[in-house]
């Protein structure tokens, strides 16, 4: 290794190919684990000896410090406490820039703290030191998670924060963090994805669009891999997010989609393709209650005028649509290309088909935006008028700087439902405590919410059973299967039927007819049947009619295990692609070999194959359970071999929103000239990182 005067993390890796833009691939001396990252950027070497090998970390770490000059204990001052024992230490500036450092009651405090300097008296560490390295990837970190522009490093206030928290650190400048770091970051992410992608046993994608109002930009196209790993688990990685300009037409996404398929080595693999049924209108706007206006909480860089954006609340959706990028025919244009692409691998992503049957049914009732406006300003009213410990009662949770955000409750419909609910529950009590005189709401006005509130409650359910309330946490790795589509649209199907409202008959009406025509598709779609019936908690109970349905479900099955593959000219599906994988031979034990040693034990009966009808048979045969799907499946694999390769390969289709879906909605603000001008392109990097951020750093 190097001697103490030059200490580098290069030290401990044998450097084996460099490549152009200082990229370098090192085996790891202890482990040979090979290591891809670029000269500029060691945090990579760092991590992995910090993570696999802490006694040569701890070696690398204390060999920095023998190089540091600076920190003896000439230059170190202690302060005390009354009891005489060390506080904390601090270098003592001898210099008059920067500002000075005092003791005021045996504390350090800084004063001037204008100057960007630690002072003479301390060295700075070098860009490869590992403490330099730790706190540049904890800060790009932080702005990955939350979407911060990176002009924010060279905020006075950050700079003086970094200063105070750690005097040696140099902060890096802008140009570094979005031109090497982040970019590093992405490279790495790639190497990470395309790693996990190659050894998913069986995977699906999701295709994105995102249109944006902005003029820097028409929006992004985000492709996501759902993949069964290893252990059995339902994982995903954003392959890629591409810019979209205003020409971007159906045939130039899906050529890029295509692209990027190539490029990750899945157009051969996947078994779906899930895709927004609404592609000529997919903006970053959820569906809202029309009128129910509840103000959100200002952020950092947002004015009035943004809040009164925030405000519209979709009302305005049609408008907003056609300021962007929908044109004349470009809808139907979009659908014929959207068909003839994707071909029948594609289906439609339920979530979305379920907020757009909620949105047509709100928007056939209008006369209900007047009542809900009133009840918004009821709300807005008690919110501030009554005390925190009587509105608590009510709303608990809901409250404004509660645990939720009222910007998440302005714009989405099952939110404000919940928060409708509530009211109404305790409107008495809120009006005798608060007196709102003419804001207060009548007998026929309260019946009206009600009934708006029971007919739309089964739609809640089914929404929160698809998001698991998960919907906030970007990170979580979250995966809700198809298998719970079919069942949630019979009981929509019955509710409506059943629900009888003499105030709000068109509510009642639009939406009977938007779930008849986009959601009731899903009870003949054979994949659908197979999913629910291969969830072990559904299986056939909920058919009325088992023998059609196990007819199907035989034929869909019998159709996954030929080598017929599907009419598909995007995703290239090869034969060998769609034929179900012979399963190994299991291990066999040498003592289940005939001997004389155990000639008096009962020889087993030769157990023969199962055909894929006898499997379906015991399987239904068997009481349905809770035990979760893909839990199931692993421990009934040698049970039933074939159901359980067209299990996994069914569980993969998602029924909820991707994670870039989410992230698209919270990157919006990020187009807000006040919040930076962020660049397109360092979006598009945030946005990447942020959706593989667990597969990046975890």
């Keep these: 290794m190097a001697s103490v005067s030059k200490v580098s993390i290069l030290d401990y890796f044998n450097i084996v190919f460099e490549g152009e833009n200082g990229k370098i691939e090192s085996n790891c001396k202890a482990c040979g684990t090979r290591i891809q990252a670029k000269r500029s950027v060691t945090s990579n070497f760092v991590t992995h000896l910090k993570r696999k090998h802490p006694a040569m970390y701890d070696d690398f770490v204390k060999r920095k410090d023998m190089k540091r000059e600076g920190y003896s204990s000439a230059c170190l001052h202690s302060f005390t406490t009354n009891g005489g024992n060390p506080r904390f230490t601090l270098p003592v500036r001898t210099g008059t820039g920067g500002g000075a450092l005092v003791s005021v009651g045996g504390v350090g405090t800084l004063e001037g703290g204008g100057g960007p300097g ?5 060295t700075k560490f070098d860009r490869h030191d590992p403490r330099q390295v730790l706190i540049s990837e904890a800060i790009a970190k932080m702005i990955v998670q939350d979407l911060q522009p990176v002009s924010v490093v060279e905020n006075r206030g950050f700079r003086e924060l970094l200063q105070l928290l750690e005097p040696r650190y140099t902060p890096e400048p802008q140009h570094y963090i979005q031109g090497q770091l982040l970019p590093a970051y992405a490279y790495q992410a790639q190497l990470a994805t395309r790693q996990a992608v190659a050894s998913a046993h069986t995977l699906s994608l999701s295709l994105d669009l995102w249109r944006s109002q902005t003029q820097t930009a028409s929006g992004y196209l985000g492709v996501t891999c759902h993949y069964l790993a290893s252990d059995w688990q339902i994982r995903s990685a954003l392959l890629a997010c591409l810019p979209l300009t205003c020409s971007s037409s159906a045939s130039r996404v ?92 594609r289906v439609d992503c339920f979530s979305r088909s379920l907020e757009q049957c909620v949105r047509e049914g709100l928007r056939s009732s209008p006369q209900i935006s007047s009542t809900l406006t009133k009840v918004a300003r009821f709300y807005n009213y008690i919110t501030s008028a009554v005390p925190p410990e009587k509105l608590i009662q009510v709303f608990d949770g809901w409250l404004p700087g509660g645990t939720r955000n009222l910007h998440d409750t302005a714009t989405d419909w099952a939110a404000q439902l919940k928060i409708l609910r509530r009211l109404l529950d305790s409107v008495d009590f809120l009006e005798e405590v608060s007196g709102p005189g003419e804001v207060a709401l009548s007998s026929s006005e309260r019946a009206l919410l009600r009934e708006l509130t029971d007919i739309l409650e089964p739609f809640t359910e089914a929404w929160d059973m698809v998001h698991r309330d998960a919907q906030r946490d970007t990170q979580l790795d979250r995966h809700v299967s198809i298998s719970l589509a079919l069942p949630c649209v019979l009981g929509l199907r019955k509710h409506l039927s059943e629900t009888s409202t003499p105030h709000c008959p068109a509510l009642l009406l639009g939406l009977n007819q938007s779930l008849e025509r986009l959601l009731a598709p899903i009870l003949e779609n054979p994949l659908y049947i197979t999913a629910t019936t291969l969830d072990p908690q559904f299986k056939l109970t909920w058919s009325s ?47 289940s070999r005939p001997c004389k040693l155990f000639s008096f034990i009962k020889q087993r009966p030769a157990t023969q194959a199962k055909s894929l ?25 040698i049970d039933f071999p074939l159901l359980a390769q067209v299990a996994k390969r069914a569980f993969t289709i998602p029924a909820c929103d991707t994670v870039v879906e989410n992230i698209f909605s919270a990157a919006r603000r990020l187009l807000l000239p006040e919040r930076g001008h962020v660049l397109p392109k360092n979006l598009e990097t945030l946005i990447y990182l942020k959706a593989n951020y667990k597969l990046l750093w975890t």
Excluded: M
Excluded at 118 to 122: Q, R, T
Excluded at 579 to 589: R, Y
Excluded at 613 to 627: C, G, K
């Design 118 to 122: 630690a002072g003479p008296g301390v």
């Design 254 to 345: 899906l050529a890029d989609f295509d692209e990027v398929c190539h490029s990750h080595g899945v157009s051969g693999k996947a078994f779906c393709v899930i895709a927004d049924p609404f592609p000529a209108t997919s903006t970053a706007r959820p569906s809202c209650l029309p009128g129910f206006l509840l103000p959100p909480v200002l952020t950092n860089g947002q004015d009035d005028d943004s809040t009164d954006q925030a405000l519209d609340n979709g009302n305005n959706a049609e408008q907003w649509i056609s300021n962007g990028h929908k044109r004349d025919g470009e809808e139907e244009d979009w659908g014929e290309s959207w068909e003839q692409g994707l071909g029948v691998c």
């Design 545 to 591: 009619n088992p023998d059609w349905h196990k007819q199907v479900l035989l034929e869909e099955l019998s159709k996954h295990s030929t080598a017929s593959p599907p009419a598909d000219l995007n995703t290239d599906i090869s034969p060998q692609s769609q034929t179900l994988p012979t399963p190994s031979p299991s291990p066999v034990s040498s003592l």
């Design 613 to 637: 009808e006898q499997e379906l048979s015991v399987y239904l045969h068997e009481e349905p359970t809770d035990e979760e799907a893909l839990h199931y499946w692993r421990r009934k694999t």
